[in-house]
């Protein structure tokens, strides 16, 4: 128990430290080629940024690479997800790549590499207490909801895993978490959800 309050205490901070630096040494080509690709590709901004909660719901900005055009219809409105993501933004997507300046994050404390994956602000109004205790720790680039179902799973399910999460943390869940998401992102499982390019919006408790 006292080894398991530590890593919460400092020590899981530590591990994101010491995988993010060399990981991003070794994925810095990668980073650049496909910078270079969506610049190309989708024009500028390379970078999409947006303001996701954070820990206890504080807001900050998450950095992933473009995968989406701004094509509008007539009215100047912009058109549905699944008409502006293109082909190479779908390969970003299938291979994870688009998450990769989400280390960036890491760095900068915003995120940890394992833990509930940061959604959208607007959701913080819909949640039950209950599905709110999945703000109590650092969002993640994956976590036990990506590595049991990721988008093929219901938002109800998706947050009680995350909410397991949540309250089972250690050093041994995270490092099955992180080599079973190697396995999940080689096999490019779970996605998007059956039907949606995308997930479909969160509207509230599923009871």
Same mark, same amino acid.
């Given at each position: 128990?006292?080894?398991r309050g530590r890593y919460h205490r400092g020590g899981k901070r530590v591990l994101d430290v010491l995988l993010t630096i060399p990981v991003l040494l070794v994925l810095s080509p990668v980073l650049v080629v496909a910078?270079?690709?969506?610049?190309?590709?989708?024009?500028?901004?390379?970078?999409?940024?947006?303001?996701?909660?954070?820990?206890?719901?504080?807001?900050?900005?998450?950095?992933?690479?473009?995968?989406?055009?701004?094509?509008?219809?007539?009215?100047?409105?912009?058109?549905?997800?699944?008409?502006?993501?293109?082909?190479?933004?779908?390969?970003?997507?299938?291979?994870?790549?688009?998450? /990769?300046?989400?280390?960036? !994050? #890491? $760095?900068?404390?915003?995120?940890?590499? @394992?833990?509930? =994956?940061?959604?959208?602000?607007?959701?913080?109004?819909?949640?039950?207490?209950?599905?709110?205790?999945?703000?109590?720790?650092?969002?993640?680039?994956?976590?036990?909801?990506?590595?049991?179902?990721?988008?093929?799973?219901?938002?109800?399910?998706?947050?009680?895993?995350?909410?397991?999460?949540?309250?089972?943390?250690? /050093?041994?869940?995270?490092? !099955? #978490? $992180?080599?079973?998401?190697?396995?999940? @992102?080689?096999? =490019?499982?779970?996605?998007?959800?059956?039907?949606?390019?995308?997930?479909?919006?969160?509207?509230?408790?599923?009871?």
């Amino acid at each position: 128990m006292e080894i398991r309050g530590r890593y919460h205490r400092g020590g899981k901070r530590v591990l994101d430290v010491l995988l993010t630096i060399p990981v991003l040494l070794v994925l810095s080509p990668v980073l650049v080629v496909a910078a270079v690709l969506v610049r190309m590709q989708l024009g500028a901004p390379v970078l999409f940024r947006q303001q996701r909660p954070g820990r206890y719901g504080e807001p900050f900005t998450i950095y992933k690479f473009r995968t989406m055009t701004d094509a509008r219809n007539s009215q100047r409105n912009l058109l549905s997800d699944a008409d502006r993501l293109t082909p190479f933004g779908r390969f970003l997507r299938a291979t994870s790549l688009d998450e /990769l300046p989400e280390l960036y !994050n #890491i $760095l900068l404390g915003d995120m940890s590499l @394992v833990g509930p =994956r940061p959604l959208l602000m607007e959701y913080l109004s819909l949640y039950t207490p209950e599905q709110m205790r999945r703000h109590e720790v650092k969002p993640g680039i994956t976590g036990w909801a990506q590595v049991n179902g990721r988008n093929d799973i219901s938002w109800k399910e998706k947050i009680a895993l995350d909410t397991w999460y949540v309250e089972n943390q250690s /050093l041994g869940l995270d490092i !099955n #978490i $992180l080599w079973r998401t190697i396995i999940k @992102v080689l096999k =490019r499982e779970g996605i998007s959800q059956k039907g949606n390019e995308t997930m479909e919006k969160f509207t509230g408790s599923e009871d």
